[in-house]
Structure formats: structure tokens, C-alpha cells
């Protein structure tokens, strides 16, 4: 191409080289499609389009990649395959229409979920251009989950159309891992994974490595640092542990040489004992801002730290490596400091490390460590999972809960996960092999405040905690039944027989989980796992510097049916979030349309605790306190969900980070 052109102009303005090996594979792909050419007839076309090129432009122009595929139109045409011509035609078309901007009949998508879609989920071609539908993406996912069904000697296509169907409805959203790569050469399914971490710097550099391996493709993970020393001079050796506080800002600063598409930072959790020797450090580690900015961190609080800060007495702190006591402290003013660190910037978090170990039906295998990064998914070592949830705003009818069709569309959901764990291409063969032996699966839900909406009921309110027990308690019982259906057609996991599941087969390990649900519950319209509703109106930070105005579908339709609706009437919630204040509108409707800061800590902890009681897993959800709420109410909000059965708490009290994604108000 010396006498040629080298370069061509980007959709986007930007400049790349010329390839006519690229003109040649997609050629190959138009011929393959319509049977009308071979591979050889491409690379001829080709040719025919670079000699055209040549002769158009002058060897020191830049064509756009527009005025490149009109010459391969003309190539086609010259060369007498008219109906790769038209294929190549209308494929231009359609994606010229993406580019511009996908409409809402492309799916029951609002603006906003369109913006996600195209951002996260819809398949990309090199150039960074759209090349397939919402539509098209749910068909993709359908189709690499269900042919999983042919390794079991079953009929694919049923099981595709079962899938297609809960997913185009909006009524099951899987994780987003699964939406982005399903059907894809990568296919790496799981969003949680834990890896281990023990005292050696050989383990602790090889789970370094692991943890990019993972993270690459898509992964967070979580970690307990509880077994490594303490930091200090070493006693058997000149030397100097560094303590797993400097581990974790190695950690922490490897997440940031880790980049993922759209240049997205992976999520970790971090954990501590708090029986570590090191764990006040850990617990004033976030004091400042914008440390260890791509960790969660939380606390392991067991049973006998909550004795001890019930008797007000000092409690033991032990070696990771003997385990013999190496001093004490006082669980008051342990307890104190990690509320007051939680009262200035939400962290550290809590996880009932003893409550989640009762409840793990593998104690023969081990003892559950940590989580994954958000709280919801207690994993052994090396162990991945893959997650999806119902949205229940889809699942009201004349104001109820549609059961009949919730009872329909739980085992669909739970087939759908069993059969993502033998789908997912995983980066590590110990995960791989851990993740088929117990073949967790993460089933959850989204849009529960909607739901309530929907139903005029309350979100605090005894009829709220009832609805969302009922609800959860419909949900686990239908799974496990699918899940010991599955079973007995496919065969138990792996390790059943270890499991406190003996008197009955079934296919997973645990079967539900309240995962976060962010950009989910954005792409389906809808609130974010049972988290009330943030505000009727909120501003949502997008891509730089970016807002969005969104307002709650539900809210405008309670405003419509009863008349009220008024531009006026909506800039005012805008500025405020919530219509506490609001004129003209009555206190039944003021009580129904409650949001989060409205909502009493003691609300939210009792809502978590109601869905805990029939969830296998844990459940990520953040307690919301207003601004000039005290550590006193801290310290009683993390009592309150000990006693009341909860996993883990996080409490985030509203301004005290600089960064808060979600800000009441219009921009």
C-alpha cells in the first residue's frame, strides 16, 4: 500500500490504519451468510475495492469509513453478487439506525435502560459500534443458555423460547456478566468470586495474579486478610511483616492496573477478624477520602466479640497463625470506633461472619471467610457464582402480587442459572473445579419497592414486612423445588453428600441471594433489590460529567389516576426528592410514596431481616440515615440487625462522601 492510502477516517473522527485484511473477513462473513462466494472470491473483492480506492483518493487523503464500504457495495455489484450487495446494504442500514439511537419498540426499555444497554450489555463490533438490538440480546442470552439442555439429552429449542420469554418481559434480568457475554468466544458468566489469601508471600503473590486473571474478564472478587500477621518485627527472622494492611493497598493499587471495557474499575471486598491483632487499622483505613477506592471493606464480627460488647468487657485478640491470644481490647471502644468510621464514610461495613457460618449447609467442607464484594454472596476459596433476579414490578396485578405467574417463572429463572454455571468459561481450573462441585447459583430480585408502589402499600409498614416475607418465602420454596427437580433429572451437586441436604437430593448448593442490582435495575426501569425507592425525583451522576433527571413511573401514575398531575407539582419534587412537603396531596399518599431518607433506620433493618429469613445466602442492601443522624444511631442500627438475624450491615449516612452517586434534587 506504499502508493496507496494508509489511513481512514473513524465514525467517531479519530484515525486508524487502512486494513484490507478487515474488508476481506467481513466479505468472507457477507459470502458465508448468503452462499453466494468463498473465502478466495473475498479476498478478489477485496482487491477490486482497494484498486477502486486507489484510483478515488490520493495516496496522502484519509477516506471515512463511510466512502470505504460505498466502494465495497460497488466491488460487489461489479463483480456479480448482487445478493451479498444487499445483505452488505441493509447491514449498514441497520446499524446506521443503532448509531443513531435505539427506540423504545426495540424493547420494553425507558431511555435510561436503552443508555445502559448500549454502554454495558449490547454486543460491539472492533470499531466500538453496536451491532445487535436489545431484542437481539435477550435471543443471544436465551440461546447460549438453553443449548446447555443438549449436554443432558434434552430439546434445546422449548427451553430457549422459556427463556426468551422471562427476559424480553422484563421479568428476570440476569447479571450483568451474563447479559454482555453470553453467546460471546469469552463467555464468562459469573459476576462474585472469593479467592484465598494465606500468610506466605508465595500465596499471597499467586492470588495476586489470580485476582487479574479474574478481574480481566470481568470479576469481582472477595477476600478475608484475616490470616495474614500481624504487622510488625518478625521474632524467628531479622525482618518486618507489613500486616494485611499494606497487602490490601497492593491489592487495591493492582485493581487500578486492571482496566476493564469502558475503562471500568473491578469491585473487592476486603475483610478482617475482628479478633486480628491489626484491626483498628483496618478500621480507620478509609478515614480519609479517596483511600483504597476500589474496596469494600468489612469487619468479620463474631458471636463472642457481641458477648463481650454486651458485658462491656474486653475481648481476645489472636495470632492467625497459632491462634493463642496476643492481647485484648475493649469491645466498647472497638465497637465505637467502627460506627463512628461508618458515621464519616460508610465503611467499614459489618459481616456476622458466626450467623452466615449456621446457616452454610457445607460445614464438612469448611468454614465460610468472606463474601464477595458487596455483602450478598458468602463463598468458600476459589468458588464463583452466577447471579440473576425477578423483577417483582412486573409481577402486580389490579394491585396484588401476581402469584400465580411468579410460581411460573421461578423455575424457568432457576433452570436458566443452573445452567449458566456449566455455560461460563472460567480464567482458573480450581474455580472452575470448585464452582461444579457445589453449583451455587445467585437468585434474587429487583423492583420490590416498585412493586409496594404499585400496591399502595407502605414500604415501613407492617403490611410492607409481610408482603416482602410472603413474597421472599413464595420465591425459595418454588426454587428449591426447581432446584431438587433439577436433580433428580440432572443429578445432585457434586459434593451433595457432604451437605446438610442429605434427607433430599437437589442441584444447588444455595439457591438465593439479594444481590446489588444498579445498572440491572436501571436497564428494567425499576428499583434496585429491596432497597426503597432513593427519591421520587433524583439526580444519577452518568459518564463524566453528566446527570439525569429520573422520576418514578409509579409516583406519575398515582398522580394522573387521582388528577394532580402538574408540571408544577413535578419541579417541586425535583428539588426536594420526596413530597413530604408537598401541597394538595393526601397522607395516605405521602405515606405510600415514602423514600429511603424518609424511611427510619429501624425500617430498613427490619425489611432486611424479613427477606433474610428466607434467603440461603446474604443480601446486599444499604441502611440509608439521614445526614444529622449520630453514632449512637449507628451503633444501635448494627445491635438491631445482630439481634434481628441479619448477615451483614452496611449504614450509610447521607453527604458524608464527597462521591455520593445518588443527590436528591433536579440538575
Not at 426528592?577 to 429501624?602: D, Q, R, W
Request: neutral net charge; charged residues 30%.
Amino acid at each position: 500500500m506504499a502508493e496507496g492510502i494508509s489511513k481512514i477516517r473513524k465514525r467517531d473522527g479519530s484515525i486508524a490504519d487502512f486494513d484490507k485484511a478487515r474488508i476481506a473477513k467481513a466479505l468472507d462473513k457477507a459470502f458465508e451468510a448468503t452462499d453466494e462466494g468463498s473465502e478466495q472470491q473475498a479476498w478478489a473483492v477485496t482487491d477490486a475495492v482497494t484498486e477502486r480506492i486507489n484510483k478515488k483518493f490520493h495516496k496522502n487523503s484519509i477516506p471515512a469509513v463511510e466512502e470505504i464500504q460505498d466502494t465495497v457495495e460497488e466491488a460487489l455489484m461489479e463483480k456479480g453478487f448482487p445478493k451479498t450487495a444487499k445483505a452488505y446494504i441493509l447491514y449498514r442500514q441497520k446499524h446506521a439506525e443503532l448509531r443513531k439511537g435505539l427506540k423504545e419498540d426495540d424493547a420494553p426499555f425507558d431511555n435510561d435502560g436503552l443508555r445502559i444497554a448500549r454502554e454495558k450489555y449490547l454486543l460491539k463490533d472492533e470499531e466500538g459500534n453496536t451491532i445487535e438490538t436489545p431484542v437481539e440480546m435477550f435471543r443471544r442470552v436465551a440461546k447460549a443458555m438453553a443449548i446447555v439442555e443438549r449436554r443432558y439429552g434434552n430439546d434445546a429449542k422449548p427451553i430457549e423460547e422459556k427463556f426468551f420469554s422471562v427476559l424480553n418481559s422484563l421479568e428476570f434480568i440476569p447479571g450483568g456478566r451474563i447479559l454482555a457475554e453470553a453467546g460471546t468466544e469469552s463467555s464468562q458468566l459469573f459476576s462474585c468470586f472469593v479467592l484465598p489469601l494465606e500468610d506466605s508471600m508465595k500465596n499471597i503473590f499467586k492470588t495476586l495474579y489470580e485476582k487479574a486473571l479474574i478481574q480481566r474478564v470481568g470479576g469481582g472478587i472477595g477476600f478475608s486478610f484475616s490470616k495474614i500477621r500481624p504487622r510488625g518485627i518478625l521474632s524467628t527472622m531479622k525482618g518486618y511483616a507489613h500486616g494485611p494492611l499494606d497487602f490490601l493497598e497492593l491489592f487495591d493499587h493492582a485493581t487500578e492496573l486492571t482496566k476493564l471495557p469502558g475503562n471500568r474499575k473491578s469491585a473487592n471486598m476486603g475483610s478482617l477478624s475482628v479478633h486480628h491483632p491489626d484491626i483498628i487499622h483496618f478500621i480507620t483505613a478509609k478515614e480519609g477520602e479517596n483511600k483504597l477506592t476500589n474496596f469494600n471493606l468489612s469487619v468479620e464480627i463474631t458471636d463472642a466479640f457481641m458477648k463481650a460488647l454486651e458485658k462491656d468487657e474486653q475481648y481476645d485478640l489472636m495470632s492467625p497463625a497459632t491462634g493463642k491470644v496476643v492481647g485484648r481490647n475493649s469491645a466498647r471502644q472497638t465497637f465505637n470506633l467502627l460506627a463512628t468510621m461508618a458515621w464519616k464514610n460508610g465503611e467499614p461495613g459489618i459481616l456476622f461472619i458466626d450467623t452466615i457460618n449456621k446457616d452454610n449447609p457445607l460445614k464438612k467442607i469448611g468454614r465460610i471467610e468472606t463474601t464477595d464484594p458487596c455483602g450478598d454472596q458468602p463463598l468458600f476459596p476459589y468458588e464463583g457464582v452466577p447471579l440473576g433476579a425477578l423483577n417483582l414490578s412486573k409481577f402486580v396485578k389490579d394491585k396484588e402480587v401476581d402469584y400465580d405467574r411468579l410460581e411460573e417463572a421461578v423455575p424457568i429463572a432457576v433452570r436458566f442459572l443452573d445452567n449458566a454455571v456449566d455455560a461460563c468459561k472460567l480464567p482458573l481450573n480450581a474455580v472452575t473445579t470448585r464452582t461444579k462441585e457445589l453449583r451455587r447459583i445467585g437468585f434474587g430480585i429487583l423492583g420490590f419497592a416498585d412493586m409496594l408502589y404499585q400496591m399502595r402499600i407502605p414500604y415501613n409498614s407492617q403490611l410492607g414486612l409481610e408482603t416482602g416475607k410472603k413474597v421472599m418465602q413464595t420465591i425459595r420454596k418454588g426454587a428449591r423445588t426447581a432446584s431438587e427437580e433439577l436433580a433428580e433429572e440432572k443429578g445432585p451437586f457434586p459434593l451433595w453428600e457432604t451437605s446438610s441436604y442429605r434427607s433430599k437430593k437437589i442441584r444447588n448448593a444455595t439457591i438465593t441471594t439479594i444481590s446489588p442490582t444498579g445498572s440491572r435495575s436501571l436497564l428494567a426501569g425499576t428499583s434496585f433489590g429491596i432497597e426503597p425507592v432513593y427519591a421520587l425525583a433524583y439526580k444519577r451522576k452518568l459518564m463524566g460529567d453528566q446527570e439525569a433527571v429520573i422520576v418514578n413511573k409509579y409516583f406519575l401514575q398515582a398522580l394522573r389516576e387521582k388528577d394532580l398531575y402538574s408540571e408544577e407539582l413535578i419541579s417541586q419534587v425535583c428539588q426536594t426528592g420526596n413530597i413530604k412537603e408537598t401541597k394538595n396531596l393526601t397522607i395516605e399518599m405521602k405515606k405510600v410514596f415514602v423514600t429511603a431518607m424518609e424511611i427510619p433506620a429501624e425500617w430498613h433493618i427490619r425489611m432486611q431481616a424479613a427477606f433474610q429469613e428466607y434467603v440461603d445466602n446474604s443480601i446486599s442492601k444499604t441502611i440509608n440515615i439521614p445526614n444529622g443522624a449520630s453514632i449512637e444511631d449507628i451503633e444501635n442500627a448494627f445491635l438491631l440487625a445482630y439481634k434481628s438475624g441479619c448477615k451483614g450491615i452496611t449504614v450509610y449516612r447521607d453527604g458524608s462522601r464527597s462521591d455520593q452517586v445518588y443527590t436528591s434534587g433536579a440538575p
